[in-house]
């Protein structure tokens, strides 16, 4: 028997219900039997008999896949780690500031591992946790943090006001 499962290893996130695990037969001998369990063998303990399942905890699954040759051919038992991921929480600082027209400020996003900022028109870059905002006008600017793994996220706004330059007469 081979199989393929997807995903592998299976990932969510904090705040989502769990993850669908896929198992596809490549070869064997159809019909098939289809064991989910904690442990490699349990038997007795079996979460699910479909080629699918939901795994709403982290931790280690074993799927066992029987053809119609078992017990004379071995059942295949493969091994699917699930993890799940802490949703990042992003902040900018300053999260409101006002600046002379003309003038910048920097923008610092923490509490993830990679960073999208927008819009861009304004800004010296697009990416990494610091930009410098140069505005023509009041703008809220948005920053999306993802976790290394990419799957998780979090969004955060940040305004930056901006004002004419005061002029002094003499």
């Known amino acids: 028997i081979n199989a393929e499962i997807k995903p592998n290893p299976s990932e969510f996130c904090e705040g989502d219900s769990g993850v669908l695990i896929t198992a596809n037969i490549n070869s064997g001998a159809p019909p ?17 008999h479909d080629s699918t399942f939901f795994a709403s905890i982290p931790g280690t699954y ?26 990042p929480v ?11 027209l003309g003038n910048s400020v920097i923008l610092t996003a923490s509490g993830a591992d990679n960073y999208e900022w927008s819009p861009s028109n304004s800004l010296n870059n697009t990416t990494g946790n610091q930009v ?9 600017y ?27 007469s003499y």
């Open 32 to 48: 098939y039997t289809f064991l989910w369990t904690n442990t490699p063998g349990d038997t007795n303990n079996v979460l699910s």
């Open 132 to 140: 410098i905002s140069l505005p023509a006008n009041s703008t809220t």
């Open 142 to 168: 948005t920053v999306i943090g993802t976790n290394n793994a990419g799957d998780c996220k979090d969004t955060s706004y940040a305004i930056v006001n901006t004002f004419p330059v005061p002029h002094v």
């Open 90 to 100: 992003v902040n900018i600082t300053p999260s409101d500031t006002s600046i002379c």
């Open 62 to 87: 074993y799927l066992e896949i029987r053809d119609s040759l078992y017990p004379g051919c071995p059942a295949q038992v493969i091994p699917i780690d699930v993890i799940k991921h802490p949703k």
